[in-house]
T-cell receptor, first 114, second 111 residues
Framework: AQSVTQPDIHITVSEGASLELRCNYS??????LFWYVQSPGQGLQLLLK??????LVQGIKGFEAEFKRSQSSFNLRKPSVHWSDAAEYFC????????????FGTGTRLQVFP | SQTIHQWPATLVQPVGSPLSLECTVE??????LYWYRQAAGRGLQLLFY??????ISSEVPQNLSASRPQDRQFILSSKKLLLSDSGFYLC??????????FGSGTRLTVV
């Protein structure tokens, strides 16, 4: 069955440090990939998405993600974290044979220290 | 522009009471609509989705039901709430391959 794994439940970084959040998927074909961010008590906001083409995609708020087919990964990165980036981050996969639904990972909670 | 409205924002209900959460979308027609539940530490669980009026697909057997009485309206209901129904409920719509746009969520506490 298709699945999405975010191996890091909780990550803590210092403000200004670089960040990488991991996401791995299990799917036989090339999926559609998404990263969402959720501030406490809020809905989810789309950061970026990958469908095809350039495997390095740029998103909002200075985030980027790289699709690596050989590793079945779509890791989210930011070169310098700001305190306002503290939130929960979700990776999601859309399946090419059924674009009606997204499968979400369990999320990574990011804490930023000043 | 497209917007999605979800209400109420918070709700405290006693066990055994009914539930009705409403979600409406503006600025689009015939959207795919979704209800997700987010429990602490468990990510997002898809409960129901709808591709049109009166068309409901249930992903997980449970104490909840969903209805789509109008093109841009999606309702989550329960006749009798259980303690395990507590959680954060999110409505979303998806247009094509643009991913989801989420509502702001409803925090439901069953006491």
């Amino acid at each position: 069955a298709q699945s999405v794994t975010q191996p890091d439940i909780h990550i803590t970084v210092s403000e200004g440090a670089s960040l990488e959040l991991r996401c791995n998927y299990s799917y036989g074909a090339t999926p559609y990939l998404f990263w969402y961010v959720q501030s406490p008590g809020q809905g989810l906001q789309l950061l970026l998405k990958y469908f095809s083409g350039d495997t390095l995609v740029q998103g909002i708020k200075g985030f980027e993600a790289e699709f690596k087919r050989s590793q079945s990964s779509f890791n989210l990165r930011k070169p310098s974290v700001h305190w306002s980036d503290a939130a929960e981050y979700f990776c999601a996969v859309g399946l090419s044979y059924n674009t009606d639904k997204l499968i979400f990972g369990t999320g990574t909670r990011l804490q930023v220290f000043p | 522009s497209q917007t999605i409205h979800q209400w109420p924002a918070t709700l405290v209900q006693p066990v055994g009471s009914p539930l009705s959460l409403e979600c409406t979308v503006e600025g689009t027609s015939n959207p795919n609509l979704y209800w997700y539940r987010q429990a602490a530490g468990r990510g997002l669980q898809l409960l129901f989705y709808s591709v049109g009026i009166g068309q409901i697909s249930s992903e997980v057997p449970q104490n909840l039901s969903a209805s789509r009485p109008q093109d841009r309206q999606f309702i989550l209901s329960s006749k009798k709430l259980l303690l395990s129904d507590s959680g954060f409920y999110l409505c979303a719509w998806m247009e094509g391959l643009n991913g989801y746009t989420f509502g702001s969520g409803t925090r439901l506490t069953v006491v």
